[in-house]
C-alpha cells in the first residue's frame, strides 16, 4: 500500500495523460469491432468536436489545481475531515475516500445538475450529443467543468483527502468516463452483474436517453451503490430502444455545432417534454 500511496503522491503526467489519451485510443479501436450502436456519423468530426471541451476542461483543471491542493494540504495539516474521525488503515482510508470522492464530487453534483434549472442548461451540452461514444465522455461546458471540480475540492475538505488519494480517485474516474460511455456491446449478464457495485456501459446508456424519467436516472460515475440507495438507479430490457440526445435540442445545427454549444447555457430554458405533459395534468 505505501508503494502505491508514493506512486500517487508522485504521480507522473505521463500515467495521467496516459490514462485521459491512452484510453480514448483503446475504446476507440475496440467501438470499431464491438459496437452497440452503428452510427451513421462523421466520426473523426465527432470526435474532434468532443475533444475542443477537453481541451477547455484540461485548462480549467490547470487553473484550478493550486487551491484544490491547497484544500488537500489543509485538511492534512489540521487532520481535518471524515478520515480523521477513525483510525483507518490506508487501504481502509482508499476505500472510504474514493468511496465519499465518488458520492461527493461526481453523484451529488451530477444530480443536483439535473435539478437545478441554471445548471442543467450547462450540463445538457453533455447530454446533447446524439451518437454517444468514447469521446462522449470528455464533452462538458467550461462552466459544468467549474461546477465539478467546485464539487471535488468540497468533497476534498469534507473528507479530508490527501493528494494520494485525490490522484487515485482522478484517475479511476477518467477511465470510468471512457468505460462508461465507450460504444461497445457487452454481454448483458456481466454488466448487470457489474452493475450491482460498478456503473457499467448499459447503465450509463440509459441515463442517456433523450427524454424524461430515464434522463434523470444512473447519475453515478465510478460506483452505482449511489443510484440504488437513492432510488435514482434504472435498467431497461432492450438497450438498442434507447434514443441518445435531449429532447429540446435534437437538431443537429444546435447539438452539433461548436459555437451553439458554447452558447446553449445563456440562451432560454426549454420545457423538456415530460415535463410539459406534467404541467397539464391537472393537480389534485
Do not use: C
Request: proline share 5%.
Amino acid at each position: 500500500m505505501e508503494s502505491l500511496v508514493n506512486f500517487f503522491d508522485n504521480i507522473p503526467t505521463e500515467f495521467r495523460a496516459g490514462i485521459l489519451i491512452g484510453g480514448v485510443v483503446v475504446f476507440w479501436v475496440v467501438e470499431g469491432t464491438l459496437p452497440l450502436f452503428t452510427f451513421q456519423y462523421k466520426k473523426v468530426r465527432h470526435a474532434g468536436l468532443n475533444l475542443f471541451f477537453t481541451l477547455t476542461t484540461a485548462i480549467i483543471g490547470f487553473g484550478l489545481a493550486g487551491v484544490l491542493l491547497a484544500a488537500s494540504d489543509m485538511v492534512a495539516n489540521n487532520q481535518f475531515g471524515l478520515l480523521y474521525v477513525v483510525d483507518l488503515p490506508l487501504w481502509g482510508q482508499l476505500i472510504v475516500g474514493v468511496l465519499l470522492l465518488d458520492f461527493i464530487g461526481a453523484y451529488l453534483v451530477h444530480y443536483t445538475e439535473h435539478k437545478v434549472k441554471w445548471m442543467w442548461k450547462f450540463h445538457l451540452v453533455h447530454h446533447s450529443d446524439t451518437t454517444v461514444d468514447v469521446t462522449t465522455g470528455l464533452r462538458h461546458h467550461p462552466g459544468e467543468t467549474i461546477f465539478r471540480i467546485g464539487f471535488t475540492i468540497l468533497a476534498v475538505i469534507i473528507v479530508g483527502a490527501p493528494m494520494w488519494l485525490i490522484m487515485v480517485y482522478q484517475s479511476l474516474s477518467v477511465l470510468f468516463a471512457h468505460i462508461t460511455h465507450a460504444n461497445i456491446r457487452m454481454p448483458k449478464s456481466v454488466d448487470r452483474v457489474l452493475s450491482w457495485l460498478f456503473v457499467t456501459p448499459l447503465m450509463h446508456k440509459v441515463h442517456h436517453h433523450y427524454t424524461q424519467p430515464l434522463t434523470d436516472t444512473n447519475f453515478g460515475n465510478i460506483f452505482s451503490i449511489w443510484d440504488r440507495i437513492f432510488g435514482t438507479f434504472a435498467q431497461v430490457e432492450d438497450t438498442k430502444s434507447l434514443v441518445y440526445g435531449i429532447d429540446t435540442h435534437m437538431d443537429p445545427k444546435e447539438n452539433d455545432d461548436m459555437v451553439n454549444l458554447l452558447k446553449i447555457p445563456f440562451q432560454p430554458y426549454r420545457v423538456p417534454e415530460d415535463e410539459q405533459v406534467q404541467n397539464l395534468v391537472p393537480k389534485k
